[in-house]
């Protein structure tokens, strides 16, 4: 989907860094952090601009948080448009290699639902599944 249409199907504004942020994000076959977006990106943007523009996206249902498991959180567009400020409406498995570092969502996989004892409250399931891709193990 064109990045313009995308910001205008969220109601945001289309600014030049949210423009080219957002590109990054469909150009990219895998999950981005803060620091790979500044390495793509040079000296365009300072990083609270950057972190700014993340914190809108993920406000706004466009891109979802993937929590990795050296810590570092990256982000990667939401594959449905379901996805609203209200509520991210995706349950799926995340993948990192162990060989390219790079984080994958696996939308086709859905989590399962798990039942939770009298008093706990789901708020969000986070599945991150170590091994090696399909890139680096055909390679």
């Known amino acids: 989907m064109n990045t313009q249409t995308l910001l205008k199907e969220f109601n945001l504004r289309n600014t030049l860094p949210r423009t080219c942020i957002l590109d990054e994000f469909t150009k990219s076959s895998y999950a981005l952090s803060h620091n790979d977006l500044e390495n ?8 609270v601009t950057i972190y700014r523009t993340l914190k809108t996206f993920l406000e706004n249902g466009i891109l979802h948080k993937v929590l990795d498991d050296d810590g570092i959180v990256k982000y990667a567009i939401c594959a449905t448009h379901d996805c609203s400020h209200e509520q991210h409406s995706h349950s799926h498995v995340h993948f990192k290699c162990n060989f390219c570092g790079q984080t994958n969502c696996l939308n086709d996989i859905a989590i399962p639902n798990i039942s939770l004892p009298k008093g706990y409250k789901f708020h969000e399931t986070n599945v991150l599944i170590n091994g090696i891709c399909k890139d680096c193990n055909e390679g």
């Not at 793509?40 to 990083?47: A, E, P, S, T």
Request: glycine letters at 12%; aromatic letters at 12%; charged letters at 40%.
């Open 40 to 47: 793509n990106l040079g000296n365009k943007f300072d990083r």
